[in-house]
Structure formats: C-alpha cells, structure tokens
C-alpha cells in the first residue's frame, strides 16, 4: 500500500517542482525590476523552446526538457549597486522560502491538499539547493547556481572561468535568445561576444562581431548604447578613429565608474604595447580610476601594468601575490598572462635564471588555459604568437651553460592551486543528502498516511468488536431465561474472551460504542458470575434449539 502511495504522489511532487521552479525565477524577474534590471527571458528549461509568450521586450517560455529555469537580464550600466544585485540573485531563494512557508501554513490552517504538501517540500528544497556555491551545466550552457553568484559577489570575484569558455557560454546563451526571438538580448549578448573577444586579444573577430545586424542595431537602443560606445571605443584603439571613439566614450561613461575604468585600462595596456612616451602617465591614470571602483580584479589589473610600468628589482616575489589574486578569482587571465611573459623575459634580460626557470612553465599553462580551443586555428595561432613572443625571446634568451627553460619545470608554479577538498565533497554528497531527505520526508508522509489508515481500521474493527459483545450479551441474556446451558456455556466463553481482550488494550482513542459493549459485558458478569472450573462443563460449539 506505501509503494502505491508513494507512486500515487510522484505526479503531485512533479507538478510541486516545476511550480517552485517557475515561481523561483519569477522571484528573480521581480526584485531584478525592483532593481532597475531589464529583463531578456524568464522560464522553464534550456533546451528547444516549446512555447514563447512575448511580455513587452522580456519572453516568457518553456523550453525541453522543463528540468531547471533561467532568467536573464541586464543593468544600461556597467556599475551595480550591490543592494541591487543581492536583491536579483537572492530573489529565487526567498520566492522559493515565502512559497514553502505560505504553504506550510496553508496546510495548518486546515486545508487538505496533497500538492500544498509536495509543494512545501519541493520550495523547501529548492532554496536549500540553490543556496549552495554549485556550478553546472545544462543545456550547453555553463550556471552557477544563485549561492555561488552571492558568494562571488561577497568575494568580489568574478567566476573562474578561463576567456575561452566564458566566450563558449556567451555563444550559447545569444543562440538561446535567437532561439526566443528576443532581439535585444540577441543585441546586447552579441556586444558581450565582442568584448570577450577582445579579451582574448582577437581584435579582428572583435570587429566583424560588430558588424553583424545585431550589433549595429544597438545603436537604436537606449539602453544598450553605453555599452555599444565603450566596445567600440576599446574595438577601435590603434586605429585613426581612436581618438574620436574615446572622447565621445569618455563623455558618455563620466557617470559609470566600471566602464571608465575599463576604458583606462585598455588605454594603458595599449600604450604600454606600444611603448608611448605617456604610457607611464594613462597607467597612473588607470590606477586611479580602479581604486574608485573598489573592485579586486580591475585593481590588480592596473597594478600588474604598474609593475610592468616600473619593474621592481625582486620580480619573482612581486609576480607572486598577483598569481594568487588570479587563483581566487580577483585578476583576469590575459593580465595575469600577460604579467608572467613580462616577467619571464625580464629575468632572462637580467640573468635570473631562477626566476624565468620558475615563472615560465607557468606562462606556458596560462597560454594554453587562455586560448584553448574557441577561436579557429589561424586566428588562435597568431594570437598564440603575440603572446608567446616574449616566451620565445625568453627561450632564445638562454645560455648554453643554464638548462633549457623547457626542461626545467618548477612543480611549485601549477596553473591552479591544489583543489579545495571541499568542493569535490560538496558536490559529491549533496545529490545523496538531497535524495535522502526527500525520501525520508516522503517516507515520513507515508507512515503517516499508513498511520491514519491503520487508526481509521482500528476503530472500525472497535465498532464491529462493540457489536459482537453487545449480540453476545443479548444472546446469553435470552438463553439464561430459556435454561439452555450448553449454549450458555459456548457464549460465555467468547464473551469472557473478547471483553478481556479489549480491557488489556486500553486504547485511549476507542470508539464509545466499544466501552458501552464492555460496560454491558461487565453488567452481565455480575449478574451471572463465572462457575467453578469443577463444575463447568462447556461445549466447544453451540447446539441449535428448535
């Protein structure tokens, strides 16, 4: 009976998650309005879109499989109040505690629901795991869930994701919003492409990135021309527009601290590249415009040009706290790339073999980890040449009489620090812990379903018992004033054996027919007490009167 109520109330717990799920993003969609966020897309799954419901510039839609919801959205500015940002990534998990804790009490109040109930669990669980730092994937499509953006945010660092599969994902997630037919998302991802190419150094795919529809309909939306402005301001450095492009992006990001420091640091990683005589003063520049962000990983951006601005005489020790920054997350990999060439090459320049023997298998990794596998192979290997130009001055750099860099690997420089053991735990044990609270809450639900079943048949089992002593007790009573003693005997015996089964019980929820039955069995015995045991002779089965 506990496996057909259990398989009774799959449909119910079914129905109860993709209804947490879809009122978990619509937590999402609300408090992100609430914090002037402009919302792309809210709705169920990540694969072929089944069903899409236009809601102003925003798609409402259900995608297969329904397993999972997405909200995407985006702020005109770069710069995010923190409060706002808490709101939208904390907006799923305190849809998901307000639905459980308004079923919770729903179902206190009286009502009889067996999806409320499902409900409670499967909201209930969800803010639980949502609140976890998990990333995954699905779809194509690489999350991470809202405990692991909040912690992140806290952190102030930006998700460890290397240049190439953070393009991957941009890709993916425009083909989604082509997918939904939702034109401003296609826009806006699309200038998001470029900039991530542009971080990769491929400025060529930068601008044909720019030149595609959706990109150059940006220009007709209001919301998305600050941003158009700084990637093409960045797109066009070097080139005889630049100057025009950065005035007209510095005028109209003056109120934008993020983006103008973007834009300072692009400036003085240019000048830098090219040697320019005010190189040293657009670093300043940019130094100044990080710190007014407060943001870690700008910060160690402009300071990791400063150092190349100005080499300090013990590199090896200076490049160390910039390569932990970049294993916490707080430095972006084309400058922590850029930063360990620099500094591979300068120790060979000034005869510090030590240094480049232990910065360049580490210049290696970054190379590979920073390219790999997105752009096609032309493009890939000239931009592996550009940056891999100082590895090989570096290589060249060598005497005879010192190991080849190559052959010299210092097993200290991993191009990541031995993995917490606590992240493989988590996302170990946490499906199983998962798994097992939901069976064990279902199997609680079952129990007491089991539980209610068994009292309901106790009682009714009571009730036929109060009917059998009350026949019994009328019976013996007509068969005393007929004298028939044979049938006397055979009745007393079932009705001494009843009543004092049922008077060891001492059920406290017994039905009052029951302790009437007995009341008038105990009458009974007084009036005709048992017989000697010498004397009793009963038959073991009743004889029938004519």
């Not at 090896?316 to 990999?333: H, I």
Request: aromatic letters at 6%.
């Amino acid at each position: 009976m506990q496996g057909v109520a259990f398989v009774s109330g799959a449909p119910f717990f079914l129905v109860a998650y993709l209804l947490a799920t879809a009122l978990h993003e619509a937590g999402h969609a609300l408090l992100g309005l609430a914090g002037r966020y402009q919302i792309f897309a809210v709705g169920l799954g990540f694969g072929r879109p089944l069903l899409v419901v236009p809601c102003g510039s925003a798609r409402l839609y259900l995608a297969w499989p329904l397993w999972g919801g997405l909200t995407l959205a985006y702020r005109d500015r770069l710069t995010t109040p923190l409060l706002g940002r808490l709101a939208f990534l904390a907006g799923g998990i305190a849809a998901n505690v307000a639905t459980a804790a308004a079923a919770a009490v729903a179902l206190h109040l009286g009502a009889q629901s067996r999806l409320l109930e499902w409900l409670t669990f499967a909201a209930a669980l969800q803010a639980a795991t949502n609140a976890l730092p998990l990333r995954f994937a699905r779809g194509g499509i690489s999350l991470q869930s809202d405990g692991a953006q909040i912690r992140d945010l806290f952190a102030q660092r930006s998700p460890s994701l290397s240049p190439a599969l953070a393009l991957a994902r941009l890709i993916r997630q425009r083909e989604f919003l082509r997918a939904l037919d939702s034109r401003r998302g296609d826009t806006f991802y699309t200038l998001l492409i470029a900039a991530a190419q542009l971080s990769l150094d491929d400025v060529d795919g930068a601008r044909e990135t720019l030149e595609e529809p959706a990109a150059v309909a940006a220009k007709r939306e209001p919301s998305l021309v600050r941003l158009d402005t700084l990637v093409r301001a960045l797109v066009s450095l070097g080139g005889d527009e630049s100057s025009e492009s950065l005035d007209a992006a510095a005028g109209s990001l003056s109120d934008d601290p993020l983006a103008r420091a973007s834009l300072a640091l692009a400036q003085a990683t240019h000048a830098l590249d090219h040697a320019q005589q005010h190189a040293g003063m657009l670093v300043d520049e940019a130094l100044r415009a990080a710190r007014a962000t407060n943001t870690p990983s700008l910060l160690a951006n402009a300071e990791a040009l400063a150092l190349e601005n100005a080499p300090p005489a013990n590199l090896r020790e200076a490049v160390r706290p910039f390569l932990a920054k970049f294993d916490r997350g707080q430095m972006s990999g084309a400058s922590a790339l850029r930063l360990v060439s620099f500094a591979t090459l300068r120790a060979t320049q000034t005869g510090d073999w030590a240094t480049a023997r232990a910065l360049f298998p580490r210049a290696q990794q970054l190379v590979r980890h920073w390219a790999e596998g997105v752009m096609p192979p032309s493009r890939r290997n000239a931009l592996l040449a550009k940056h891999g130009r100082a590895l090989r001055a570096a290589v060249l750099a060598v005497p005879e009489s010192e190991p080849p860099l190559f052959l010299a690997p210092d097993p200290t420089v991993a191009m990541r620090p031995a993995p917490s053991r606590f992240r493989p735990i988590v996302l170990v044990l946490v499906p199983p812990i998962c798994l097992f609270a939901f069976f064990v809450w279902a199997g609680a639900r079952l129990e007491s379903d089991a539980s209610a079943t068994s009292t309901e048949q106790r009682k009714q089992h009571d009730v036929w018992a109060a009917g059998v002593l009350r026949n019994d007790v009328r019976t013996l009573r007509a068969l005393r004033s007929g004298d028939v003693d044979s049938n006397v005997a055979y009745y007393e015996k079932e009705l001494d054996r009843t009543r004092s089964e049922y008077r060891r019980k001492q059920d406290p929820g017994r039905p009052p027919e029951l302790a009437s039955a007995l009341s008038q069995a105990d009458e009974y015995r007084r009036d005709f007490p048992k017989p000697a045991a010498s004397s009793a002779a009963a038959s073991s089965q009743p004889v029938e009167s004519h």
